[in-house]
């Protein structure tokens, strides 16, 4: 290796209309059902990335926690960002050391999908650096590798499909709409900042064991066809009850799971209450939850401020972000935190 290479990513989270949860193959993240999601804008992660002449075993990982210098990460972080290091390092064939510090723009690990922003933008960054010059389906497998598997769909921006898969190589994500083409608004209510007790590779785990598994298998093919239509059609009133049916099912099935699971806070209840109420009152939103106690209510832009202002105002909900559909992950040369 002659030369130092440098590259940043950012890359935003998304939000699952229909949810990954539960896996083929855990590792490499294979899932059992294929999943539809919306990639967002603001929350995102940066990620830069140098290589370095040294040994593999040297590479150092980082964390900045808000507007705060990169520190050592977590334990549990590092080891997974190290095993994806690894990994690429391999496909590269290349040795050196790699220098990586991350910053998340919105609550890590809180069910706002942390670890698909946070691997997507990794895998961006990494890839530039070993010169692999993936397209966009492997460099969604090699995200996917990350055993984040939302992360495929966070390497595309708009309304993306993550197929189950005809086998390991071909399980990528793909556009099913460009952001252009419909604004969608997500106002986020975060009710807890603190990360989630058991994580989504845990859920994934304990999915089959739901007896009411084999059930969300069988309802999920009407539940795809009828997202991709609303995507289609730029349908909100067809769109809204769908994921709000798919997202309730998501949480039924972790707490249905052996050991259960419980991701819910009082407040969660509450914001779903105000979303009823508010349509009740001719406000179009709808509620969706990834695996946390944070809502996601979506709606059109006319409708963002009210929304926001009321979620705003519910007991037990400590801030409000507003996001919306966004046109996915960008790459810059240098090192830029
Ligand atoms: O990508 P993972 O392993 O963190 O799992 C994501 C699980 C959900 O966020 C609950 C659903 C999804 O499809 O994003």
Redesign the pocket.
């Known amino acids: 290796m002659s030369e130092t290479t440098q590259a940043t990513a950012e890359a935003a989270a998304?939000?699952?209309f229909?949810?990954?949860?539960g896996?083929r193959d855990l590792e490499q993240?294979v899932?059992q059902n294929p999943?539809i999601?919306m990639t967002l804008r603001r929350c995102s992660t940066r990620c830069a990335v140098e290589l370095l002449p040294g040994e593999p075993g040297d590479d150092e990982i980082l964390l900045a926690v808000g507007d705060g210098p990169p520190a050592p990460a977590p334990a549990a972080f590092a080891v997974r960002v190290q095993a994806h290091l690894d990994r690429l390092r391999g496909i590269a064939g290349r040795r050196g050391r790699f220098r990586v510090a991350t910053r998340n723009s919105f609550p890590a690990a809180a069910?706002l999908?942390s670890?698909?922003s946070g691997f997507a933008a990794l895998t961006l960054a990494v890839v530039e650096c070993l010169d692999l010059h993936p397209d966009t389906a492997e460099l969604s497998v090699l995200a996917r590798r990350s055993?984040?598997?939302?992360?495929?769909?966070s390497v595309l921006g708009g309304y993306v499909e993550?197929p189950a898969g005809e086998g390991e190589e071909k399980c990528y994500a793909k556009e099913l709409l460009p952001a252009a083409a419909w604004d969608l608004r997500d106002v986020i209510a975060v009710v807890e900042r603190e990360a989630k007790k058991v994580?989504?590779?845990e859920?994934?785990r304990r999915a089959a064991t739901s007896p009411y598994y084999g059930t969300r298998q069988a309802e999920l093919p009407r539940r795809l066809e009828a997202v991709r239509r609303a995507i289609r059609e730029r349908d909100l009133s067809a769109l809204g009850p769908v994921i709000e049916e798919e997202a309730i099912d998501?949480h039924l099935i972790a707490m249905s799971s052996r050991p259960p699971i419980l991701y819910w806070k009082p407040a969660t209840l509450a914001v779903l209450e105000a979303v009823r109420d508010l349509r009740e009152e001719g406000i179009e939103a709808y509620s969706t939850?990834?695996?946390?106690a944070n809502v996601h209510v979506i709606t059109l832009p006319e409708r963002e401020e009210t929304v926001a202002a009321r979620l705003a105002e519910l007991e037990g909900v400590g801030e409000v972000i507003r996001d919306g559909v966004g046109p996915g992950p960008r790459v810059e040369a240098g090192l830029s935190l």
């Not at 229909?18 to 949860?21: A, G, R, S, T």
């Open positions: 998304n939000i699952a229909i949810k990954y949860w896996a993240a899932p999943s999601s069910g999908a670890s698909a055993g984040s598997g939302s992360a495929a769909r993550w994580s989504s590779l859920g994934h998501l939850m990834d695996a946390g």
